[in-house]
C-alpha cells in the first residue's frame, strides 16, 4: 500500500522526541494522520510530502477569508515593521473595537483577549460580578473552552450522562478541579420545557445562561425556531444574563453573528477564531455596565498580550474585508457551504449511505447516522464514529482536509470549483466506504 504521508509520519516521530505528542494540541492528534504543512493559499494546503488539499478545517475556524489573503498579509506585514506588542494603548484597538461595535448587535463595549477560552473565562466572572450569583447554566456537549472553570458536560459518555429532565455535570479531564462542577447546572439543549424546569429548581442561584447559539462543537445542531427568543424570555423573566459564546457563529454564520442571524440580542457574547483571520485575537462584547466591572467594579481583568499589535493588524483587515460589499465575502462562504452540503445530502443517498447533514453553510458536519434528525448532543451518541474515521482517512487520501469530528469549514476563498472538485472527490469517497 502506497503512504502518501511518510515525511508527515517522520515529522510526527522526530517532533514526539521534544514536543509533548508532537503537536501543540492534543486535539490535533486526533486526524487519522496528524499532518504537517508548509504552505496554503486560498482555499488549499499543501503538506511536507507536496500533497495538495482543499481545506475545509480552517485551522479549526480562523482562517474565514482563506490562507494568504492578500489584505491580511500587507497589514500584518506592515505591522510586523513596527513593534510586535506594546502592552500598551495604540490605534487599532479602538478601531477594532469600533468595527465590532457596528457589526455585533450587542456590542456597546468590548474588550480584547487572545484565545476564546480567555474570553469565556471573562465573561462567566462579569456574570457572576453582575448578578452577585455563582452558577453557571450550560448545555450538554456545548464547548466554552478547556479552562477548569468551563470544560463541564462537553463529551460525556453515554454512560455518564444522566437522566435528561436531570443530566449530570461531569468534568471534562483528569486534574481539573473536581469542584468546579459546583459551579455549574448543565441542561438538555433545545428543550425548553426542560430548562425551564431546571432554572426554576435553581431560582436565585443562577447568574448566566451560556451557549453556543449553533451548537457547532457537538454537529452544528440548529437551534430549534424560537428557542433562542424563549431562552431569552426565561433569562429575563429570572433576573438572568445571556451569555452567546460566538466564538465560532461570530463573523462566519453572518457578519453580525447568531445574534443579528436569529435577532436575538444576549447581554454578552464571546468572539474569537475569524476575529482575527488566523491571529490570536478574541474577547467579550456585551452592555456597558457588565463591561465597566472591570473599571469601577472590581472585576480583575489582564492578559499581557490583550490588544497585540499584530493581531489588531490582522483583525482589522479581516473585518474591513468582511465588511466590504454588503459582507459579500461571508454570503458567498455560506453559500458555497450550502451548495456542499446539499451535494454530500445527493451523494450520500445516490450510494444508500444513510447521514446526517446538519449546520449552516460556512460550518457544519456530516454524521453516520440512521436519525433522519439530529436535535441535541445525545442525538449525536448514536453516530457511528467507526464509519466516520473511514469517511476521514479516505477524504485525506483524496486530498479533502476534514475536520477529526466530521466537520467543515467552508471560507470566502472557496470556490465554485473548489466545491465541484470536491464533491467529485466524495463520491469516490463515499463508494469506497464499506
Ligand atoms: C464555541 C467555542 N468557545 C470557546 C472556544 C475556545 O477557544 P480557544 O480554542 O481559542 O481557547 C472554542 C474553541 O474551539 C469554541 O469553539
Given at each position: 500500500?502506497?503512504?502518501?504521508?511518510?515525511?508527515?509520519?517522520?515529522y510526527?516521530e522526530?517532533?514526539?522526541?521534544?514536543?509533548?505528542g508532537?503537536?501543540?494540541?492534543p486535539?490535533r492528534?486526533?486526524?487519522?494522520?496528524?499532518?504537517?504543512?508548509?504552505?496554503?493559499?486560498?482555499?488549499?494546503?499543501?503538506?511536507v510530502?507536496?500533497?495538495?488539499?482543499?481545506?475545509?478545517?480552517?485551522a479549526?475556524?480562523?482562517?474565514?477569508?482563506?490562507?494568504?489573503?492578500p489584505?491580511?498579509?500587507?497589514?500584518?506585514?506592515?505591522?510586523?515593521?513596527?513593534?510586535?506588542?506594546?502592552?500598551?494603548?495604540?490605534?487599532?484597538?479602538?478601531?477594532?473595537?469600533?468595527?465590532?461595535?457596528?457589526?455585533?448587535?450587542?456590542?456597546?463595549?468590548?474588550?480584547?483577549?487572545?484565545?476564546?477560552s480567555?474570553?469565556?473565562?471573562?465573561?462567566?466572572r462579569l456574570?457572576?460580578?453582575?448578578?452577585?450569583?455563582?452558577?453557571?447554566?450550560k448545555?450538554?456537549?456545548h464547548?466554552?473552552?478547556?479552562?477548569?472553570?468551563?470544560?463541564?458536560?462537553?463529551?460525556?459518555?453515554?454512560?455518564?450522562?444522566g437522566?435528561?429532565?436531570?443530566?449530570?455535570?461531569?468534568?471534562?479531564?483528569?486534574?481539573?478541579?473536581?469542584?468546579?462542577?459546583?459551579?455549574?447546572?448543565?441542561?438538555?439543549?433545545n428543550?425548553i420545557?426542560?430548562?425551564a424546569?431546571?432554572?426554576?429548581?435553581?431560582?436565585?442561584?443562577?447568574?448566566?445562561?451560556?451557549?453556543?447559539?449553533v451548537?457547532c462543537?457537538?454537529?452544528?445542531?440548529?437551534p430549534?425556531?424560537?428557542?433562542?427568543?424563549?431562552?431569552?424570555?426565561?433569562?429575563?423573566?429570572?433576573?438572568?444574563?445571556?451569555?452567546?459564546d460566538?466564538v465560532?457563529?461570530?463573523?462566519?454564520?453572518?457578519?453580525?453573528?447568531?445574534?443579528?442571524?436569529?435577532?436575538?440580542?444576549?447581554?454578552?457574547?464571546?468572539?474569537?477564531?475569524?476575529?482575527?483571520?488566523?491571529?490570536?485575537?478574541?474577547?467579550?462584547?456585551?452592555?456597558?455596565?457588565?463591561?465597566?466591572?472591570?473599571?469601577?467594579?472590581?472585576?480583575?481583568?489582564?492578559?499581557?498580550f490583550?490588544?497585540n499589535?499584530?493581531?489588531?493588524?490582522?483583525?482589522?483587515?479581516t473585518?474591513?474585508?468582511l465588511?466590504?460589499?454588503?459582507?459579500?465575502?461571508?454570503?458567498?462562504?455560506?453559500?458555497?457551504?450550502?451548495?456542499?452540503m446539499?451535494?454530500?445530502?445527493q451523494?450520500?443517498?445516490?450510494?444508500?449511505?444513510?447521514?446526517v447533514?446538519?449546520g449552516?453553510?460556512?460550518?457544519f458536519?456530516?454524521?453516520?447516522?440512521?436519525?433522519?434528525?439530529?436535535?441535541?448532543y445525545?442525538?449525536?451518541?448514536?453516530?457511528?464514529?467507526?464509519?466516520?474515521?473511514?469517511?476521514?482517512?479516505?477524504?485525506?487520501e483524496?486530498?479533502?482536509?476534514?475536520?477529526?469530528d466530521?466537520?467543515?469549514y467552508?471560507?470566502?476563498?472557496?470556490?465554485?470549483?473548489d466545491?465541484?472538485?470536491?464533491?467529485?472527490?466524495?463520491?469516490?469517497?463515499?463508494?469506497?466506504?464499506?
Amino acid at each position: 500500500m502506497i503512504d502518501n504521508w511518510t515525511k508527515s509520519r517522520e515529522y510526527l516521530e522526530r517532533a514526539k522526541r521534544s514536543l509533548a505528542g508532537g503537536v501543540s494540541s492534543p486535539f490535533r492528534a486526533k486526524a487519522p494522520v496528524p499532518l504537517y504543512f508548509r504552505n496554503g493559499c486560498g482555499a488549499r494546503l499543501e503538506d511536507v510530502d507536496g500533497n495538495e488539499y482543499i481545506d475545509y478545517v480552517l485551522a479549526w475556524g480562523p482562517m474565514i477569508l482563506g490562507y494568504r489573503h492578500p489584505a491580511i498579509l500587507e497589514a500584518m506585514r506592515r505591522q510586523a515593521e513596527l513593534p510586535a506588542d506594546y502592552g500598551a494603548q495604540h490605534e487599532l484597538e479602538f478601531l477594532v473595537s469600533e468595527q465590532i461595535q457596528k457589526l455585533m448587535p450587542c456590542a456597546e463595549l468590548t474588550a480584547f483577549t487572545s484565545s476564546g477560552s480567555e474570553a469565556c473565562q471573562i465573561a462567566f466572572r462579569l456574570a457572576r460580578a453582575f448578578t452577585g450569583r455563582d452558577v453557571i447554566l450550560k448545555f450538554e456537549g456545548h464547548y466554552h473552552g478547556w479552562m477548569d472553570g468551563a470544560l463541564i458536560s462537553y463529551k460525556p459518555t453515554a454512560g455518564h450522562v444522566g437522566a435528561l429532565e436531570h443530566p449530570n455535570c461531569v468534568t471534562g479531564s483528569r486534574g481539573q478541579t473536581r469542584n468546579s462542577v459546583e459551579n455549574f447546572v448543565v441542561a438538555p439543549w433545545n428543550h425548553i420545557d426542560l430548562l425551564a424546569r431546571i432554572v426554576d429548581a435553581n431560582r436565585n442561584r443562577i447568574a448566566a445562561v451560556v451557549m453556543e447559539p449553533v451548537l457547532c462543537n457537538s454537529g452544528c445542531i440548529l437551534p430549534h425556531a424560537g428557542y433562542l427568543e424563549q431562552v431569552r424570555e426565561l433569562c429575563n423573566a429570572s433576573g438572568i444574563l445571556l451569555i452567546f459564546d460566538e466564538v465560532i457563529t461570530g463573523f462566519r454564520l453572518s457578519l453580525s453573528g447568531a445574534q443579528q442571524f436569529y435577532h436575538v440580542i444576549p447581554d454578552i457574547a464571546t468572539f474569537g477564531k475569524a476575529v482575527g483571520g488566523g491571529a490570536p485575537l478574541s474577547g467579550v462584547a456585551g452592555r456597558r455596565e457588565i463591561l465597566m466591572q472591570m473599571f469601577d467594579g472590581g472585576v480583575a481583568f489582564g492578559g499581557s498580550f490583550n490588544g497585540n499589535s499584530v493581531s489588531m493588524a490582522s483583525s482589522h483587515a479581516t473585518l474591513m474585508e468582511l465588511d466590504r460589499n454588503g459582507g459579500a465575502a461571508l454570503a458567498h462562504a455560506n453559500a458555497m457551504g450550502r451548495q456542499l452540503m446539499d451535494g454530500i445530502r445527493q451523494i450520500a443517498s445516490r450510494k444508500n449511505v444513510p447521514i446526517v447533514v446538519s449546520g449552516f453553510g460556512a460550518a457544519f458536519a456530516i454524521h453516520f447516522t440512521e436519525k433522519t434528525g439530529l436535535a441535541d448532543y445525545r442525538d449525536t451518541l448514536e453516530d457511528n464514529s467507526g464509519r466516520l474515521q473511514q469517511f476521514l482517512y479516505r477524504a485525506l487520501e483524496q486530498g479533502l482536509h476534514i475536520l477529526p469530528d466530521g466537520r467543515m469549514y467552508v471560507s470566502a476563498a472557496h470556490t465554485p470549483r473548489d466545491i465541484e472538485e470536491t464533491l467529485a472527490r466524495l463520491d469516490t469517497v463515499f463508494s469506497g466506504l464499506p
